[in-house]
């Protein structure tokens, strides 16, 4: 096989977007995620300190969305400090998520 014959199979496999063009987008979809998971977080912290407000809701959501991230890079590459990651992001939101509806019934000040 030449190398014609291979990028034509590639681009028969792949369509016209190449590998390179992917890693470009799996990057950017994480970057985007990191940036907006501390800004959430941040977000949290000045309703927790500056208004004095629970923020619980808030702090589940983005742990959710952290877990979500790290059990769908685990899918695809398979790789267990991914999975680890998302077992304890999804701890940890599940913490936040449990204090929220605790506060919600009065349980918990």
Known sequence: ??????????????GVVDEREKQMGYRAAS???????????????????????????IMAIAFLGAAATFFARYRYARERAALAGGIVFSFVALIWFATFILRFYGVVV
């Open 31 to 57: 970057v985007g995620m990191w940036v907006t998971f501390a800004l959430v977080m941040i977000y949290g912290q000045i309703k927790i300190f500056v208004f004095g407000e629970s923020a619980n809701d």
């Open 1 to 14: 096989m030449n190398k014609s014959e291979i990028l034509e199979k590639s681009r028969s496999e792949y």
